[in-house]
């Protein structure tokens, strides 16, 4: 599999494809994990996502099954070098008050939550560090500076490599960018975003904190500034099924000309639609690293030929989206 360096410089050369967990340990059973990370790890991909709240919704669920997984599979294995991690604090549900509603629940992006947080991931990865750490939600009671700081003590004593930020808009990631750069520690140098082949509607709202990327933020992904994880890329199956309809937040004639343009496109050059949905992701300008969730091996099969798709397929596809919306510009 091909990789790329993530975080800017000194950053770890992870798998331009990363396996998504967030299901693991809950719907997802542990055996059917196992073999889904070990054929992952087979096709060469090191890029493990997941989070210290996966997945806290699942009736009888802790929020800490995906980590535990994860970090079984390592042990078992014996790969926990070879394998990239990437792993979110900031939206496990706080015990400690009670029956408020999430996302007012969560722990939170304070000094104390940010090192209570990372030792309990740490402990159940089985690790002493994780590559990559993502605030994974907003938490509008803390200064910038306070998260910044406890960021950058992380990064100082080799627990996390790299800093990210997750759900954010992106004046907010401009603004805690800045707060690092005040004190004088390492910024937020990764984003994780809802994105994909279509475009959320302006003004979409989604039932938790989720933050589609905007063009601000993909201009600074192309610069260098930021390297770029998307989620929800094939919006649970609907970008690429027949049988789905779209979410709400994606229903316009427009997203409908360019899901027909993608099926099209990927009929042509004969690979599958989520291969080429992927690969435009991957392959594209700038190029970002899809985290692709799956329930099985044959699911993970589908998507490991997105590594294959020829560049001038996901070429081809982004000059024909392009002309689309020239010719969409023209008709107004």
């Known amino acids: 599999m091909d990789t790329t360096i993530f975080g800017g410089h000194g950053g770890p050369r992870v798998s331009t494809l990363a396996l998504g967990t967030m299901m693991f340990g809950t719907t997802i059973d542990e055996p059917t994990s196992f073999a889904i990370l070990d054929r992952f790890r087979e096709a060469g ?12 919704w699942v009736e009888g669920a802790t929020g800490h099954e995906s980590e535990q997984t994860v970090g079984r599979w390592m042990a078992a294995r014996g790969c926990r070098e070879e394998m990239v991690i990437s792993t979110k604090l900031g939206a496990q549900p706080d015990p400690a008050l009670g029956s408020v509603p999430w996302p007012r629940n969560a722990e939170g992006l304070s000094a104390p ?24 939600i907003e938490d509008l009671s803390v200064t910038f500076t306070e998260t910044a700081g406890a960021f950058g003590e992380l990064i100082v004593q080799g627990k996390v490599a790299v800093a990210g930020v997750s759900n954010h808009p992106t004046t907010r990631v401009k ?7 005040e004190l004088g520690v390492p910024g937020y140098t990764a984003v994780q975003q809802r994105h994909g082949f279509l475009r959320a509607l302006p003004g979409a709202s989604f039932t938790s904190p989720q933050e589609p990327a ?13 390297s770029m994880m998307a989620y929800s890329s094939l919006l649970e199956g609907s970008l690429v099924r027949a049988d789905r309809p779209l979410p709400r937040q994606y229903q ?3 997203n409908q000309r360019r899901v027909q343009a993608l099926w099209h496109a990927a009929d042509e050059a004969g690979v599958s639609r989520t291969q080429l949905a992927l690969a435009w992701l991957m392959k594209g300008d700038p190029a970002i690293v899809p985290v692709f969730g799956v329930s099985s091996v044959a699911q993970l099969e589908d998507g490991l030929g997105a590594v294959d798709v020829p560049q001038e397929v996901a070429t081809a596809l982004a000059k024909t989206l392009a002309e689309m919306e020239l010719d969409a510009e023209a008709a107004v």
Do not use: N, W
């Not at 603004?175 to 750069?181: D, F, G, L, S």
């Not at 905007?214 to 930021?226: F, I, K, Q, S, Y």
């Open 45 to 56: 991909g090191t890029f493990l996502d997941t989070a210290d709240c996966y997945s806290f």
């Open 113 to 136: 939550a940010i090192r209570k947080a990372i030792e309990g991931s740490l402990q159940r990865l089985g690790t002493d560090h994780v590559e990559v750490l993502f605030a994974h």
């Open 175 to 181: 603004r805690a960018r800045a707060a690092a750069e």
């Open 214 to 226: 905007d063009d601000e933020l993909l201009a600074m992904v192309r610069a260098g500034e930021l």
């Open 252 to 254: 316009s004639p427009e």
